[in-house]
């Protein structure tokens, strides 16, 4: 019997900004090549940002945000149950593998678990952050996404250079203070700040990997 392949622990930009090879041989999985490694199966914990049913009930999907990038998580008829009792907005671990469809990288998953103690989300970035540092920047992940669907929100499909900007210093000491993450329409009326600049500085900050999209709408320092 052939052992069962390592899950390793990923930020899910590590994944899309990864090359990915098709086998061809029995027995052998596809696989992205990450720092000379073959990787196959992935460990991730994430957000769920967006879910999908077919009207026919054939397969499902969840899009999935760890703060470094989106990736979505693909079932098909018979294992829609893996799907059944997650919701937008959940923390879950997911433990499958990496497939390709359209040059969109998803995740075939073997396991599914939603996780109700949202400190877990926050270990698993300590933990990548201690053993891989920063993920890769954002244009990167997407570099060979190109086909796929953009992520949630437009502004982080952008790209600003230079540094920091006295905007970006600002909402990151509000983000700092909550727990929960702000919305871009809260930052703006407690910094009374104008929706375009907020918009423009969390770019800035969601490039630079400092802060992540915790649910729909609001952001927390990563």
Known sequence: MQARQTAYKLWIASILSSPYTKTTEEFSSHYITLKDQHISRVNIIANVIETFVSPEDTHASLTVDDGSGTIRIRVFKDNLALLRDI?????????????????????????????????????????????????????????????????????????????????????????????????????????????????????????????YQNKPGHYKVL
């Open 87 to 211: 919701e937008m907005g959940d923390l879950v671990l997911i433990i499958g593998k990496i497939r390709e469809y359209n040059n969109e990288l998803y995740i075939l998953p073997e396991i599914v678990k939603k996780l109700t103690n949202v400190s877990w989300g926050k270990l698993r970035r300590l933990e990548l952050m201690k053993e891989q540092g920063k993920p890769p920047s954002l244009q990167q992940a997407l570099r060979l996404q190109e086909s796929a669907p953009p992520p949630l929100t437009a502004i982080q499909m952008q790209t600003i250079a230079g540094p920091v900007s006295d905007s970006a210093q600002d909402i990151m000491s509000s983000l700092e203070k909550s727990e929960e993450g702000i919305s871009i329409s809260a930052l703006a009326a407690s910094l009374r700040m104008p929706q375009e600049e907020v918009e423009k500085a969390i770019l800035e900050l969601l490039k630079n990997n400092d802060i």
